[in-house]
C-alpha cells in the first residue's frame, strides 16, 4: 500500500512533463500555396485540368493549412481530388458531414483497400453518391504519421499517440477523390486513387 502514494506522484509527474512540453512545443505553419505545391500535375495519362476553391465557412470550420482541390481528367474521364492538410485534430471530421452540405446523396458505403507501391495496402471508406442525378463513386482515406488510416477517429488517435512519443506537434492529411463522369466503375476509380498515391508521395517527397 505504501507503494501507491510514490506511483501515483510518478504519474503526476509524468503527465506534468507531458503537458509543458505540450506547452513549449513549436507549431507548424504551412500555407495553402505549399500544400498545392505538394500535388502531382500529372497522374499517370491524366493532366491537372483546374482547380477550385471551397466555401470560407468551410476553411473557417476546419481551419487547416490548406486545401487543395484540382480535377484530372484523360479527355474523357474526370476525377475530383480534394487534399486537406492540418495539425489540428478539428480539420478531420466525419467527411460524410461534407458530402451532404455540397448536395451529395449518399446511397452505399463499403471499406476498401487500394494497393499502392508506396504505401502498401491502404486503407479506404468507398462511397456511391447521387448528384444531379448521376450515380458517382468516391473513396476518402488519411494519412498520419503511422501511415494510412481509414478513419477520422484514427487519424486523430495516430496524431495524439505519436505527438506523445516525439513530443512536438503532428500532421495529418485527408484526401478525398469523385469520378465526376457518367456511369463510373469502382475499379477505374481505384485504379486513379492508385496512381495517384504514387505521383503524390513522389511529387511531395513523402508528405501526401
Excluded at 458531414?97 to 463499403?110: A, T, Y
Excluded at 486523430?156 to 465526376?180: C, N, P, Y
Amino acid at each position: 500500500m505504501k507503494r501507491l502514494p510514490v506511483i501515483l506522484i510518478c504519474c503526476v509527474m509524468l503527465v506534468g512533463a507531458y503537458a509543458t512540453n505540450f506547452l513549449k512545443r513549436e507549431s507548424i505553419s504551412r500555407s495553402e500555396d505549399w500544400v498545392a505545391q505538394q500535388c502531382p500535375t500529372t497522374v499517370g495519362k491524366y493532366r491537372m485540368m483546374d482547380s477550385y476553391k471551397m466555401d470560407q465557412l468551410v476553411y473557417d470550420t476546419l481551419a487547416p493549412f490548406g486545401i487543395v482541390c484540382h480535377h484530372y481528367t484523360d479527355g474523357r474521364k474526370i476525377f475530383d481530388v480534394v487534399v486537406i492538410a492540418s495539425a489540428s485534430p478539428k480539420s478531420f471530421h466525419d467527411p460524410r458531414i461534407c458530402f451532404s452540405s455540397q448536395g451529395l446523396e449518399l446511397m452505399e458505403e463499403k471499406n476498401i483497400v487500394i494497393h499502392s507501391k508506396t504505401h502498401g495496402e491502404v486503407p479506404m471508406t468507398l462511397v456511391k453518391i447521387k448528384e444531379n442525378g448521376l450515380d458517382l463513386y468516391s473513396a476518402y482515406t488519411y494519412k498520419g504519421p503511422s501511415g494510412m488510416i481509414a478513419t477520422p477517429k484514427g487519424l486523430m488517435k495516430d496524431l495524439f499517440l505519436t505527438s506523445l512519443k516525439k513530443f512536438h506537434t503532428q500532421e495529418g492529411v485527408f484526401l478525398r477523390f469523385i469520378a465526376k463522369y457518367p456511369a463510373p466503375t469502382e475499379k477505374e476509380l481505384s485504379e486513379f486513387i492508385t496512381e495517384y498515391l504514387d505521383a503524390a508521395s513522389a511529387s511531395s517527397n513523402g508528405y501526401l
